[in-house]
């Protein structure tokens, strides 16, 4: 059975951020995706990124499914396992020693605005402790600057989120920064991404 899911944001959006990673991503290893959704995300990277392994993951069965399926149909099965049931806030993470030994980044895109604010807490909280020193978090999505949007159709966006959710919205970058922190990485870098989204990069330095 086919059960891919579309989401049209991913189509748009799969090649500037393939872009970014182009400039970060080593030639091995492995990337855990958290929160992978469609899985669109994940078999456009494991096609333009060959030489590493993309593991994506997902709490939503439905989201697992879909990943599957696309996996499927680009026929990466032999190169792309199977997605991890990973909710982030249900810790420690079912993480395979052999993704372990070879983790380079942690990336989750357009999650943390879609889930309440202790997911992006213990996004960087298992992260800081699955990650080595000198590796990647990286996050993907539209943010606020100094607690004010950095355009009108994020603040309807947030808006828009907060009716169907009140636990979620766009979170602040020096809030997701002071995560960062503490769980010890650093804000390497900030890329303006088209559609007032931005890429935002940390490394891991303790
Ligand atoms: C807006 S979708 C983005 C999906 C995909 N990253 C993309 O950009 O197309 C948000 C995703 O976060 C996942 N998610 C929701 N709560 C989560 C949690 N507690 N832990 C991990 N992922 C979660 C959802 O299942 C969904 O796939």
């Known amino acids: 059975m086919d059960h891919r899911l579309f989401f049209s944001a991913t189509q748009r959006n799969k090649i500037y951020i393939g872009d970014v990673l182009s400039k970060i ?21 494991q ?10 993951s997902d709490p939503v069965s439905e989201h697992r499914k879909s990943i599957i399926s696309w996996i499927d149909h680009e026929k990466l099965n032999i190169k792309m396992p199977k997605p991890l049931v ?19 980044v942690i990336i989750s895109i357009n999650m943390v605005h879609i889930t309440p604010w202790e997911c992006t807490e213990a996004l960087f909280k298992e992260s800081g402790k ?8 990286i996050l993907y999505g539209p943010f606020k600057i100094e607690n004010k949007h950095i355009s009108v159709s994020n603040e309807l966006f947030d808006k828009s989120l907060k009716i169907e959710n009140k636990d979620w919205g766009l979170r602040n970058l020096e809030e997701v920064n002071k995560e ?6 650093q804000q390497k870098q900030l890329i303006k991404m088209p559609a007032n989204n931005l890429t935002l990069i940390y490394q891991k330095v303790t």
Do not use: M, Y
Not at 47 to 56: G, L
Not at 86 to 104: A, E
Not at 180 to 185: E, L, Q, S, V
């Open 25 to 45: 991503l080593l030639k091995k290893g492995s990337v855990l995706e958290i929160g992978s959704g469609s899985g669109e995300h994940g078999v456009e990277f």
């Open 47 to 56: 096609k333009r990124f060959p030489e590493i392994i993309w593991q994506t």
């Open 86 to 104: 990973i909710d982030v806030t249900k810790i420690p993470w079912p993480i395979p020693s052999k993704l372990l030994d070879t983790l380079q």
């Open 130 to 137: 699955l990650l080595n020193c000198g590796k990647f978090l």
């Open 180 to 185: 960062a922190i503490i769980n010890g990485f």
